[in-house]
């Protein structure tokens, strides 16, 4: 296994996990409703956040990477408001929820880096949203990689990329095509 280096503020909650959660590609780490009761920190593997819409098509609204945090945000909620689930196999430290609230009131230090590390996932969501607004498919896959500062993602992993750019797996298929040399 690959060792990962965690920004302080995430590297700070792995004393409060109350334990790993292994899972396979494909599993669920929760559901859109169930009780927040845990954060999670991914240690290894990867997962993706959807959102459902009323057709039935997946919004990816997160991706968990080596490292990060997993539904942060649900910190400050009752109920998961998206779907979780593994992308690859995956290793996830579990926090309580009601330890990380301890932590936040204790070290002040702290709830600083986080709020800033919150801060941070505002602005990638503000891109984002502004990626999602573009019209054409081409646009979006050209404002992916200079976000993500990355690569076409593998071939097996295009339809949860389509999910992630908004557009439909046969679209982006399309669009792919034409790019080939």
Known sequence: MIAVMFPSHVARLLPLSDGDVALEDGQRVFLAGET??????????GVQMLRRQASGAALVVQRGRPG??????SLFAQRYHCDAFATAP??????????????QAQEPGWLLEFAAHLAAEVQRTRARAELLSLRKVG???????????????????????????????????RELAKRRP
């Open 36 to 45: 927040v009761r845990h954060l999670f920190v991914v240690r290894a593997g």
């Open 68 to 73: 990060g945090l997993l539904a942060e945000a």
């Open 90 to 103: 995956t290793l996830l430290a579990r926090i309580p929820k009601a330890r990380v609230v301890d932590l």
């Open 139 to 173: 646009e979006r896959i050209d404002a992916w990689l200079s976000l993500e500062q990355a690569e076409i993602p593998a071939r097996g992993r295009w339809a949860d990329w389509a999910g992630e750019l908004g557009v439909s797996p046969e679209a982006l298929y």
